[in-house]
């Protein structure tokens, strides 16, 4: 199966390359990282996650028990790593492609 690399799955990815995380951890850094743009629910942060670690691209690393309720951290595998690193060229390489595209001036504009 191929890892289908949404934004969402992408900056699920970086929150893990921060360190170690559990899901409502997750769910903060990603609003974070996209200026609180991207706000994912449980049921959308643990379906990614799932296929995340299906992928091989992140792993449940330790459960913690706070107030009685069990927190499961997951870890960026490398594998992972090596993934968020080639999405992050992949955007960067776009966006260069992007900007020159704009840059030139309009076809058949004065």
Partial sequence: MTFRMSEQAYLVLLALAEEPRHGYGVVQAVRALSDDRVRLGAGTLYGILDR??????????????????????????????DAVQAETRRLAALSRRARQVLGRPALGGA
């Fill in 52 to 81: 995340l670690v299906d992928a091989g691209y992140a792993e449940p690393s330790e459960e913690v028990v706070v107030d009685g309720r069990a927190r499961r951290y997951y870890r960026l595998t490398g594998d992972g790593l």
